[in-house]
T-cell receptor, first 110, second 114 residues
Framework: DAKTTQPTSMDCAEGRAANLPCNHSTISGNEYVYWYRQIHSQGPQYIIHGLKNNETNEMASLIITEDRKSSTLILPHATLRDTAVYYC???????????WGAGTKLIIKP | DAEITQSPRHKITETGRQVTLACHQTWNHNNMFWYRQDLGHGLRLIHY???????NKGEVSDGYSVSRSNTEDLPLTLESAASSQTSVYFC?????????????FGPGTRLTVT
């Protein structure tokens, strides 16, 4: 089972920052937090990952709390093309592979 | 540009038929994966391969098989299709077994078993 809890859906206005929360209270010390997104009818797309420190790339920023029990993915200036399901992934299965939950459906509104 | 492709994009088949879904990548990645995604759910791993002639079972491998005869291709075979295998299937590849390396996904194959 997925080790993360995410809201089922969220709205955000175009041009605003979209902040997507993720709870992972049972995260282990060496487990990373990964974020992928899936635009409708497409394959998932990698966004970012982190361990302890905050991370930023051209797509997004990842803020991880000091106790590592939660994190927030930030899309600084959301556009309509950011409408997608966003998956926060923590932990691996017995095959050392990612465990995918149901994600958050983010809708960007004009 | 390197890419990962899947074919067919849509397939309708009958219960009991054998079906093969193709996956081809030009990234020259050693690692390839097959997932299924059911409506409203995340991805579940079916099989994966870390290189030529290497195959491994994932979380939901029953009723599926794969073979890896070259770097570029990892076909997924449903031995005897069942209605429970109606799903969207995604293939992915990755440069490294390290999960920090992103997986590149194909566009998916929508399979309907009637």
């Amino acid at each position: 089972d997925a080790k993360t809890t995410q809201p089922t859906s969220m709205d955000c206005a175009e041009g605003r920052a979209a902040n997507l929360p993720c709870n992972h209270s049972t995260i282990s010390g060496n487990e990373y937090v990964y974020w992928y997104r899936q635009i409708h009818s497409q394959g998932p797309q990698y966004i970012i990952h982190g361990l302890k420190n905050n991370e930023t790339n051209e797509m997004a920023s990842l803020i991880i709390t000091e106790d590592r029990k939660s994190s927030t993915l930030i899309l600084p200036h959301a556009t309509l093309r950011d409408t997608a399901v966003y998956y926060c992934i923590v932990g691996v299965d017995s095959n050392y592979q990612l465990i995918w939950g149901a994600g958050t459906k983010l809708i960007i509104k004009p | 540009d390197a890419e990962i492709t899947q074919s067919p994009r849509h397939k309708i088949t009958e219960t009991g038929r054998q079906v093969t879904l193709a996956c081809h990548q030009t990234w020259n990645h050693n690692n390839m994966f097959w997932y299924r995604q059911d409506l409203g759910h995340g991805l579940r791993l079916i099989h994966y391969s870390y290189g030529v002639h290497d195959t491994n079972k994932g979380e939901v491998s029953d009723g599926y098989s794969v073979s890896r005869s070259n770097t570029e291709d990892l076909p997924l075979t449903l031995e005897s299709a069942a209605s429970s295998q109606t799903s969207v299937y995604f293939c992915a590849s990755s440069e490294s077994q390290d999960l920090a390396y992103e997986q590149y996904f194909g566009p998916g194959t929508r399979l309907t078993v009637t």
